[in-house]
């Protein structure tokens, strides 16, 4: 009973998690910043807050790794991940919250295509239906959207280039599961801040917060989003199913998508409302498939 009750806790924490980070694309959205200086503060903003639950946690400052690859691995994932927000900010000004989102949560379809590639592990049965299911509703919701019929179907590319990246990130992440989760976190904030200072600078636009709103904004996008969304999902994600784990991690396009038609009344058609299921669905299937293959190689 006791571990059926902690499991419950476990997936509580993660479905909270990806909740929280499903407000990242809204606080985007209400930002007068370029979208490439976005990134840059919400991890600039979140290093400050990493060192004070570090210390309340472990009662030091300093983040100590088992393997000082650790830190090397953790700068490639953080550039591949500048690379996906970068992207997927930018789509932001040009497609839906809603297509951003569910596009570039169709992640776990590269990270098992990227391990078949470059580790040269199995697709698992499952795979390729899970690929078909994904993108069939992908296809779906760009084509039904409003953003096909004005033409503004770059914006949704650029998502699927961001997912890529973010598969990158992912895959880099998941040979990093015996170090402790706030470390990685840390290590891959502090390196994707450097990151994105290139585009920021490079990029143009409003760069400075010019209110106290528009801080407010950069700071709830740091706590909530990459502060304690990615710590609940990295602490939970190994302690239940992968099926129970799937689940939770599609709060995150669920809870942008419901807030975008509420704020910006990003209203979805109903022929968008069937594929947006159907590409969840696939994601589903494919986070679960990838998660029981890489449990089955440990």
């Known amino acids: 009973m006791e571990s059926n009750f902690q499991r419950t806790n476990y997936f509580i924490l993660l479905a909270f998690g990806a909740m929280l980070i499903g407000f990242a694309?809204?606080?985007?959205?209400l930002s007068?910043?370029?979208?490439?200086?976005?990134?840059?503060?919400?991890?600039?903003?979140?290093?400050?807050?990493?060192?004070?639950?570090?210390?309340?946690?472990?009662?030091?400052?300093?983040?100590?790794?088992?393997?000082?690859?650790?830190?090397?691995?953790?700068a490639f994932a953080s550039l591949a991940f500048t690379t996906d927000l970068t992207l997927w900010?930018?789509?932001?000004?040009?497609?839906?919250?809603?297509?951003?989102?569910?596009?570039?949560?169709?992640?776990?379809?590269?990270?098992?295509?990227?391990?078949?590639?470059?580790?040269?592990?199995?697709?698992s049965k499952g795979f390729l239906l899970?690929?078909?299911?994904?993108?069939?509703?992908?296809?779906?919701?760009?084509?039904?959207?409003?953003?096909?019929?004005?033409g503004k179907v770059l914006g949704d590319i650029l998502c699927l280039v961001a997912a890529f990246?973010?598969?990158?990130?992912?895959?880099?992440?998941?040979?990093?599961?015996?170090e402790n989760s706030l470390n990685i976190i840390f290590y891959t904030t502090f390196f994707c801040c450097i990151f994105s200072v290139i585009?920021?600078?490079?990029?143009?636009?409003?760069i400075f917060p010019t209110s106290n709103t528009e801080w407010l904004n950069l700071?709830?996008?740091?706590?909530?989003?990459?502060?304690g969304g990615q710590y609940f999902i990295t602490h939970a994600i190994g302690k239940i199913s992968a099926s129970s784990g799937s689940i939770g991690?599609?709060?995150?396009?669920?809870?942008?998508?419901?807030?975008?038609?509420?704020?910006?009344?990003?209203i979805l058609n109903t022929a968008q409302i069937i594929f947006v299921f159907v590409a969840m669905f696939g994601i589903y299937l494919a986070r679960i498939n990838l998660s029981n293959t890489q449990r089955n190689q440990t």
């Open 219 to 227: 700071i709830l996008l740091a706590i909530l989003c990459q502060l």
């Open 32 to 74: 007068s910043l370029s979208p490439f200086a976005i990134g840059f503060y919400r991890m600039f903003l979140t290093i400050p807050f990493l060192f004070a639950v570090n210390y309340a946690v472990n009662k030091r400052f300093s983040f100590k790794v088992n393997n000082k690859r650790t830190i090397l691995y953790a």
């Open 130 to 150: 899970s690929f078909v299911i994904t993108y069939a509703g992908i296809i779906g919701l760009i084509y039904f959207s409003n953003n096909y019929i004005n």
């Open 165 to 178: 990246f973010y598969g990158i990130y992912l895959l880099i992440i998941a040979k990093l599961g015996k």
């Open 25 to 29: 694309p809204i606080f985007v959205e």
């Open 199 to 206: 585009p920021m600078v490079v990029g143009g636009g409003i």
């Open 89 to 123: 900010h930018f789509s932001m000004t040009i497609t839906s919250i809603s297509n951003a989102t569910i596009i570039v949560n169709s992640a776990p379809i590269f990270v098992a295509i990227l391990s078949f590639i470059i580790f040269k592990e199995k697709l």
């Open 249 to 266: 991690l599609l709060m995150q396009p669920i809870t942008a998508t419901i807030l975008a038609a509420i704020i910006f009344n990003q």
